[in-house]
């Protein structure tokens, strides 16, 4: 039986992959509305503020910036980097937290 370490250099090197698929109509039919995450509630009875978006280049390697005020005053930060786009049907992201500056931060307790 082989011996694993749990050392942050080989954390380092594991990929998390989530998928997921939506049984859901693709954006072509549902005419000119956009999704919209305002009023995304933050598990309580406290609404979270609408999202500010600070950046969006919607091409593959493109960037999605975007902060929310929480109602302990804190701005949380939020980056999606696209990497594939097939319009309509397909649209793969990394979606991770960060600070203003775009670097990977922790989740936010």
Known sequence: MAV????AAESAETE???????DAPNASSCGKRSP?????????DREISKPRVHKLELR??????YSQRM???????????YREIVAPERLV???S????KEHPVRQPV
């Not at 998390?16 to 939506?22: G, H, Q, S, Y």
């Open 71 to 81: 109602p302990d005053g804190r701005d949380l930060w939020g980056k999606w980097v």
């Open 93 to 95: 992201i990394v979606n």
């Open 97 to 100: 937290f960060c600070d203003e």
């Open 4 to 7: 694993r370490s749990n050392s």
């Open 36 to 44: 919209s995450l305002s009023g995304l509630s933050n598990g309580g």
């Open 60 to 65: 593959p390697g493109g960037v999605f910036l």
């Open 16 to 22: 998390f992959v989530l998928t997921r698929v939506f």
